[in-house]
């Protein structure tokens, strides 16, 4: 059973600081990981994915894989009250997506 | 604009009752796919279609059914044998070329049984 865990929160940040979300996931044989951000009774929207160990950067965003620890991270520098949302962690394998139960932020203004 | 519909909205099931969903996309995308969804819990999937004329269980398929007659479309019948179907319902489709790793998703719809 392919697994990805996430703390569920909610996380609370004040505005203008770093949020940290983390995701773990249980198959080696992964090769794609996602954030995806939901608010409220909408759908998921992409923010970023990566495939290579390292940090990949977007903007205000910095996605983290660490392969050899099978964990995956989202940084949002300067964090803003419309950041306020749930974060998703997805996993490829092949042609299906499995996705943690999500993490909610909030941040203070 | 391109894009994932799905309609409608909202949906409310009597008990007993089959009812449909509606996905239906513009996209030109090959790969389709349904998930469920259920209060602070990620997505499940349902089923998922790569071609035409074929589709494949995934994690929760008991009490589901789909079609794929049409690349533009596929819709989700949620039978009477689906004993807890309140949940939001997610259609998704996964790009091409340069968008090949992007799954893209419909806005949803919100499914209670009356």
């Known amino acids: 059973q392919k697994e990805v865990e996430q703390n569920s929160g909610p996380l609370s940040v004040p505005e203008g600081a770093i949020a940290s979300l983390n995701c773990t996931y249980s198959d080696r044989g992964s090769q794609s990981f996602f954030w995806y951000r939901q608010y409220s009774g909408k759908s998921p929207e992409l ?19 660490n392969k050899a620890s099978q964990y995956v991270s989202l940084l949002i520098r300067d964090s803003q009250p419309s950041d306020s949302a749930t974060y998703l962690c997805a996993v490829r394998y092949g042609q299906n997506f499995v996705f943690g139960p999500g993490t909610r932020l909030s941040v203070l203004p | 604009d391109g894009g994932i519909t799905q309609s409608p909205k909202y949906l409310f099931r009597k008990e007993g009752q089959n009812v449909t ?26 089923y998922y279609s790569q071609i035409v004329n074929d589709f494949q269980k995934g994690d929760i398929a008991e009490g589901y059914s789909v079609s794929r007659e049409k690349k533009e479309s596929f819709p989700l019948t949620v039978t009477s044998a689906q004993k807890n179907p309140t949940a939001f319902y997610l259609c998704a489709s996964i790009g091409t070329g340069l968008a090949k790793n992007i799954q893209y998703f419909g806005a949803g719809t919100r499914l209670s049984v009356l």
């Not at chain 2, 349904?34 to 819990?41: A, E, I, L, N, S």
């Open chain 1, 47 to 65: 923010i970023m994915f990566i495939y290579s160990n390292g940090d990949k950067e977007d903007g205000r965003f910095t996605a983290q894989l």
């Open chain 2, 21 to 46: 969903l509606s996905c239906e996309q513009n996209l030109n995308h090959d790969a389709m796919y349904w998930y469920r969804q259920d209060p602070g819990q990620g997505l499940r999937l349902i």
